[in-house]
Structures are given as C-alpha cells and as structure tokens.
Nanobody
Framework: QVQLVESGGGSVQAGGSLRLSCAVS????????MGWFRQAPGKEREGVAF????????YYADSVKGRFTISQDNAKNMLYLQMNSLKPEDTAMYYC???????????????????????WGQGTQVTVSS
C-alpha cells in the first residue's frame, strides 16, 4: 500500500521559514515525478515544486521561485520542501504527490503532466500571518 505522509506544517509570521517533509512508503522511490502542490480555500490546486527522482532535476512555479527549495533523500524515501521568506499568500494546505514515469525522465513532464499524479498525501496546513 502506497502512503505519502506530509509533516512540518504550522503557523509562521511573514518572512519566516518552514520545512515540509513527505515520507513515502510502499512505493519504489525511483523513475518517478514527485511534486509539492498547494490549495488555498476557494482557489484551484497549484503545483509549486517538482523533482524527477533519478536526476534530481527540479522545477518551480514562478510564485515560489527563489524562496522554496525541493529536495529528496532517495535512500530514505523522503521528499522535502524548504520554504523561506514566506508570505501570507503562501497560506494553503500543502500536499506531496507522485507518479511513476520510467519512460519520461524529464522534470518537464513532472510539471506539465499534473493530471498524472496518482499518489497523494493527506496534506499539511501552512498558515502565514502578516
């Protein structure tokens, strides 16, 4: 049974930092697209950061570029999202997600094929106050 479990969310003031973690189990952590998504109340889900497991190539949405960093520990089946210089507009539920992509090993597919993500965590809340 595949499980993705996020942790590390919380409340922080604007300008602060948080580090989200995603523990992946029951899944072969390779040849896969991994992503962090967020959804604020009343808004559509947004993909914010992506990594291809085998190359560690990354991609960021413009809204977080330069402030967020996605990383992974393949040996531990862990995905991370370091969030710095947080803004109130970063307030959302954050989810990690995965899909197996052995024949499309380019991070470009990770952020363009967002409908392919078929494994999702339960989410962790991030609240940034001004």
């Amino acid at each position: 049974q595949v499980q993705l479990v996020e942790s590390g969310g919380g409340s922080v003031q604007a300008g602060g930092s948080l580090r989200l973690s995603c523990a992946v189990s029951g899944y072969t952590y390779s040849s896969s697209c991994m992503g962090w998504f967020r959804q604020a109340p009343g808004k559509e889900r947004e993909g914010v950061a992506f990594v291809y497991t085998d190359s560690s190539s990354t991609y960021y949405a413009d809204s977080v570029k330069g402030r967020f960093t996605i990383s992974q520990d393949n040996a531990k089946n862990m995905l991370y999202l370091q969030m710095n210089s947080l803004k109130p507009e970063d307030t959302a539920m954050y989810y990690c997600a995965a899909f197996f992509s052995p024949f499309r090993g380019n991070v470009g597919y990770c952020y363009t094929l967002t409908n392919r993500y078929n494994y999702w965590g339960q989410g962790t809340q991030v609240t940034v106050s001004s």
